[in-house]
């Protein structure tokens, strides 16, 4: 009886431990544009744990300086570090340095049992920033992918108005509201969508833009009902981190890539309420990585720490 009881008492701890990670990028949304479009779910998110301004594009004018592309600052926030050392300097990403690893790599390297899911609207993501089954990544292995619909011309036509975009993020989105579901719910997922970004570009600010924002905004509650209900139901702790890449150009909202202000400024969202002071000021892109390893207790080498260009803004 007295085993009994011990044995359900270390399981309940256990089971109550359990941390899990899910990390959202949605392309291309300046800070003053996520300020202006009302986004209820981010806002919900956001007042269980917090909302700020953050950066990208490194230090200007120094030697991290980098290009306020999307792949450039995806892999910011996968690696923790600026593009002088990830090496990935556009959306070609012609030779990235995989010996800044990514917390997928850390957490397979630190941690092989965790499971890791990918849920993405460009497959890049996971065949060259991942870098899945390379041998610079230790063939690093994601056991849930759905990603490459963009590539998919019969079931998603390409259309001018990007229709097709906007529909994949809606898919990517079931897709890993399913998946998160499920009994086997990775324990780090990656939801990457694209849409924002592309109304954007063609139509810069504008309500079709914000309209976008909104859309997105829609699907990311989705995300989040579904991880407050296992919350709810299983016991387990959540991190939920909210990010976008870059910002956009100062004149008209259409392009990126320059060290405008507006280029630089970003935004993060999560849902855990103990920030430290980071948090706050300083914040970047760049912290996403050891925020995430924070919380899932990875342990960071040494060798990876010291080139690390970010700090966890959890406590
Ligand atoms: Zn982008």
């Known amino acids: 009886m007295k085993y009994t009881l011990i044995f359900f008492l ?4 256990v089971l109550a431990q359990k941390h899990k990670t899910l ?8 800070f003053d544009v996520i300020e202006k479009v009302s986004t209820p779910n981010l806002d919900a998110i956001a ?6 301004a953050a950066y990208v594009g490194g230090e200007k004018g120094g030697v991290s300086e980098s290009p306020t592309i999307s792949a450039v600052g995806y892999n910011s926030m996968l690696t923790g570090t600026w593009a002088n050392k990830h090496n990935v300097w556009g959306n070609g990403i012609k030779a990235p340095n995989y010996a800044y690893p990514t917390f997928f790599q850390l957490a397979r390297a630190a941690k092989p049992a965790l499971t890791l899911g990918i849920f993405s609207t460009w497959e890049d993501n996971r065949t060259k920033l ?3 089954n390379k041998a610079e990544t ?25 229709e097709y975009i906007k529909n994949i993020d809606e898919l990517v989105v079931s897709k890993a509201v399913e998946s998160l579901k499920g009994k086997e719910a990775p324990d780090i997922s990656w939801v990457y969508l694209e849409y924002t970004d592309d109304m954007g570009h063609k139509f ?29 139901s299983l016991g387990e702790e959540w991190l939920v981190v909210v990010t976008t890449d870059h910002g956009r150009s100062e004149k008209d909202g259409k392009g990126h890539g320059g060290q405008s202000a507006r280029e630089r ?5 999560t849902n855990q309420n103990g920030l430290n002071t980071r948090f706050k000021s300083g914040l970047a892109v760049v912290d996403i990585l050891p925020s995430v390893c924070r919380f899932m207790d990875i342990e960071i080498p040494q060798e990876v720490a010291g ?8 406590k």
Do not use: C, M
Not at 265 to 269: A, E, R, S
């Open 130 to 132: 991942l870098g899945e």
């Open 23 to 30: 990390v959202v990028l949605v392309d291309g949304i300046p």
């Open 265 to 269: 400024k970003t935004w993060i969202v």
């Open 307 to 314: 080139n690390l260009d970010g700090q966890s803004f959890l």
């Open 204 to 232: 810069g600010d504008s309500p079709q833009f914000y309209d976008a924002v909104s859309f997105e905004d829609h699907l990311i509650g989705n995300l989040y009902e579904t991880i407050r209900e296992r919350e709810k």
């Open 10 to 13: 270390v399981s309940i701890s």
């Open 138 to 162: 230790n063939h690093l292995h994601l056991d849930v992918k759905f990603d490459g619909y963009e590539k998919d011309t019969v079931n998603f036509p390409h259309d001018a108005n990007r």
């Open 47 to 52: 007042s269980d744990g917090g909302f700020a």
